[in-house]
């Protein structure tokens, strides 16, 4: 069997990295030579275009916006905030990208960006998954240290050595995906339509000829770049969720009121973390659940309707986890909410609106000095940690 009669057999393939495609052999409603598939295109056509002008739009201001209140503010400057940047670094480049490439094809049956993107577009979609996960994970390690092993003090030099450490996931997130680069290919596909061979060029993600490679390429994706760092996450924050639970008996009746601030914004940056990393699996699972599925089942494809629409929705889910991340942190973070406003001049030059616990601890003095007690500065003890402090307040 030579290559042209094997690939005449093929089903449609999926597309580079973890995303699944469907550009190739159509079912009968799809395409605009159908019966009444002409409503069918325009309507998919017009919609999930808008959707991914929305979600292009959307990430780019809030993930812009997050990146350069982290910058601007060297109050922000802290370890978890350059996680939360590294991230939207990541979203950025995503949504550049592979999002508009992935639109366009619903303007081409077939592949136009030449063999050089072809190669690139994997590697990059796959370096922005893997900064993602990779990331979370680190994020996750950092609000166990924070809140297992309190009492580990940070240097002034953990600003640095978390930049590096973003810096390593970057580099390592890259070299994973060079395999990308070195097994897709642009290939001339043979398909029908309308009961007429077809034939167009599209690109794949790895040999046509190997028929366990799409199998071990869709494993190999599930594990490294889902299962297993949810299970590194998911082991972190059981030791966090035994801590605080613990915590909250054994604490005693009276205690400072620095100390029960510190714990509520640890508390409240676990939580911020476990929200970003809830979001990841709930926008990539169903995609990688979709590849898998297509890459074991590579020659009965699946040309349902039904099927259309839940590929449509998985694509649509798994491009959104690039914008959600803002939004989470502009509902569950009072100070970045502060600075977003700001920056969208919602607050039209107004000053930015104190803390509870600032006006409280404020107040609390100003009561103090005057019944002439203790000196205000003992009021609010000095955190045992203060570099550390600074690091836990930023959100």
Request: charged share 15%; with cysteine; proline share 6%.
């Amino acid at each position: 069997m030579d290559d042209d009669d094997f690939l005449s057999d093929l089903p449609p393939a999926p597309a580079p990295g973890p995303s699944p495609n469907s550009t190739g052999e159509e079912p009968a409603w799809w395409g605009p030579s159908s019966d009444g598939g002409d409503a069918v295109y325009l309507a998919v056509r017009c919609v999930m275009t808008s959707v991914y002008i929305l979600i292009i739009t959307v990430g780019l201001l809030g993930n812009i916006t997050l990146v350069k209140i982290f910058i601007t503010n060297s109050a922000m400057r802290s370890v978890p905030n350059i996680f939360i940047s590294s991230l939207a670094a990541g979203d950025l480049l995503l949504l550049v990208t592979c999002v508009p490439v992935d639109a366009f094809r619903f303007f081409s049956e077939e592949w136009v960006f030449g063999e050089a993107a072809c190669k690139l577009i994997p590697v990059i979609q796959l370096t922005s998954v893997g900064v993602s996960v990779f990331t979370l994970t680190a994020l996750s390690a950092d609000r166990y240290k924070a809140i297992v092993n309190p009492m580990d003090i940070q240097t002034s030099s953990a600003v640095f050595w978390t930049c590096l450490k973003a810096v390593s996931i970057w580099i390592l997130s890259i070299l994973l995906a060079v395999p990308e680069a070195v097994f897709s290919q642009v290939v001339v596909m043979q398909g029908h339509r309308d009961n007429t061979n077809v034939t167009f060029v599209n690109c794949v993600p790895y040999p046509l000829s190997n028929q366990m490679h799409p199998k071990i390429h869709s494993v190999m994706i599930f594990l490294v770049y889902f299962l297993i760092p949810l299970a590194i996450i998911s082991v972190y924050y059981y030791h966090i969720a035994r801590t605080l639970i613990k915590s909250a008996h054994d604490m005693p009746g009276e205690v400072s009121e620095h100390t029960k601030r510190q714990m509520e914004t640890r508390k409240r940056l676990a939580k911020i973390v476990l929200v970003f990393v809830g979001l990841f699996a709930l926008c990539w699972f169903p995609n990688h659940v979709l590849y898998m599925y297509r890459s074991f089942n590579y020659h009965q494809m699946d040309l349902s309707l039904a099927h259309m629409v839940i590929t449509l929705l998985a694509r649509v889910l798994s491009f959104s986890s690039s914008c959600v991340n803002p939004f989470a942190l502009y509902l569950l973070s009072e100070s970045f909410r502060r600075h977003f406003n700001s920056q969208l001049r919602c607050g039209r030059g107004q000053r930015p609106e104190r803390q509870p616990s600032y006006l409280h601890s404020t107040s609390h003095i100003r009561l103090t000095s005057i019944k002439k007690a203790t000196p205000a500065a003992a009021i609010i003890p000095p955190a045992a940690n203060g570099s550390s402090n600074r690091q836990e307040v930023a959100l």
